[in-house]
Nanobody, 116 residues
Framework: QVQLVESGGGLVQAGGSLRLSCAAS????????MAWYRQAPGKQRELVAT???????NYADSVKGRFTISRDNAKNTVYLQMKSLKPEDTAVYHC??????????WGQGTRVTVSS
């Protein structure tokens, strides 16, 4: 079926940048909304950013101005460009795609650690 493969996580210093990628593969007909979530230890999962099929984006207040979500429809890939990273951005980041006619699909998660 459909799988999401994430990459780009890692360890960075505060103020640094990372770009997360999430590529979808499998039986894909049409991807509607793509999104990034994150979950830090001891906290609930948080919606970070979304992008719909028309390119409209939304961001959590905590990342607005620092993170940029984008998509490459030809590659079935969603990206999260993260700049000016802060220690509070440390979390496991998951991508999610909403597919036409099916339930949403979640990625396995990629860990982002921002050191002080």
């Amino acid at each position: 079926q459909v799988q999401l493969v994430e990459s780009g996580g890692g360890l960075v210093q505060a103020g640094g940048s990372l770009r997360l990628s999430c590529a979808a593969s499998g039986s894909i007909r049409r991807i509607l909304t793509m999104a990034w979530y994150r979950q830090a230890p001891g906290k609930q999962r948080e919606l970070v950013a979304t992008i719909d099929s028309g390119g409209t984006t939304n961001y959590a207040d905590s990342v607005k101005g620092r993170f940029t979500i984008s998509r490459d429809n030809a590659k079935n890939t969603v990206y999260l460009q993260m700049k000016s990273l802060k220690p509070e951005d440390t979390a496991v980041y998951h991508c999610k795609i909403q597919l036409l006619f099916t339930d949403s699909v979640w990625g396995q998660g990629t860990r982002v650690t921002v050191s002080s």
